[in-house]
């Protein structure tokens, strides 16, 4: 929660350009409480696990959130029952009937990185959801592939294949200390990386709107600020739990498929020590401060979002 100051006293000027949260007193006294709405647009196959994931990070803040879990209207899940489905999921195009507005939309990735866009078979109707957040969704948060397909969406920025995965935890620097976003961040972490796809930070760099907030030598452009649209795009899993990168390690490896050592995970990159968890507290640090943005500039009325 901010911290309420006089204007005129020097801390306000100071603590703004660290980034820190500070409200004036007669901001404070207008404030209104209710409760947020964000909706989990979910992709992923497994829906419960990134269910959790994302829940246990958007709800560690002393706000009250309503979450929302939303579908592709014809895409049918193939490895989550179809009772979960029914009971908890509505697909997008009831959501986008009932009129209803979001303070927050998280738009998860999904294991399709080989297609182009235009040939994944729901693009259009995800096209679709692009749109209607300028209208109904007060912020955006694209993971992974969902934050490659919204720059590519509204920016014509592309998502190039590897020639190897980049898979394991990665040094990151932060670029933007200052940013909102960024509070109570470290100049350098580790954060999850399981990807077959990159975009590049020169592409980036030429694209007006787009402004990166953490990358790293190794794994490239990682989280990207879009203003003007009201969104972040991160490509990498601060999500992810202790175990997940094990999980897919040990799951291709049983399969039979090439998949090289998650890097820098395993203790002495020996899978055969359990992994530590080295990325937790910057993953609450992220999204918490997500929700508290939203909270701060979020109109009151939800029928006033985005007007």
């Known amino acids: 929660m901010p911290i309420t100051l006089p204007e005129n006293l020097p801390a306000f000027d100071i603590l703004s350009r660290e980034g820190v949260m ?44 309503n979450l929302s879990l939303i579908r592709m209207t014809d895409h049918e899940a193939r490895n989550t029952a179809a009772d979960h489905m029914e009971a908890f999921y509505r697909p997008f195009a009831e959501v986008a009937d009932s009129g209803e507005k979001l303070d927050g939309l998280i738009i998860t990735g999904a294991p399709i990185e080989h297609l182009p866009f235009e040939e994944v078979s729901y693009w259009d109707e995800l096209s679709e959801v692009f749109d209607w957040t300028q209208s109904h969704v007060h912020s955006t948060f694209g993971v992974c592939w969902g934050g490659m397909a919204m720059a590519y969406h509204f920016h014509g920025l592309k998502k190039h294949m590897l020639d190897a995965k980049a898979f394991g935890c990665f040094r990151h620097r932060n670029l933007v200390p200052a940013s909102p976003y960024l509070r109570g961040f470290s100049d350098e972490f580790v954060i999850p990386v399981s990807r077959w796809t990159e975009v590049r930070q020169p592409e980036v760099n030429a694209t007006p709107g787009l402004r990166t907030l953490l990358a790293s030598d190794d794994a490239g452009p990682c989280l990207l600020e879009d203003a003007g649209h009201r969104a972040l795009y991160i490509f990498n899993h601060f999500e992810y739990d202790s175990g997940t990168l094990k999980e897919e390690y040990d799951r291709d490896v049983t399969a039979g498929k090439p998949i090289n050592v998650p890097q820098n995970y395993y203790p002495g990159d020996d899978p055969s020590q359990p992994p530590s968890n080295r990325w937790r507290s910057h993953a609450h640090l992220l999204y918490g401060n997500w929700v508290n943005e939203i909270y701060q500039s979020t109109p009151y009325d939800l029928e006033n979002i985005g007007q």
């Open 22 to 65: 500070v409200m004036t007193p007669g901001r404070a006294a207008t404030q209104d409480i209710r409760p947020l709405h964000i909706g989990l647009l979910n992709l992923m196959p497994k829906k419960i696990q990134t269910e959790n994931q994302f829940a246990r990070l958007i709800g560690a803040t002393p706000l009250q959130i």
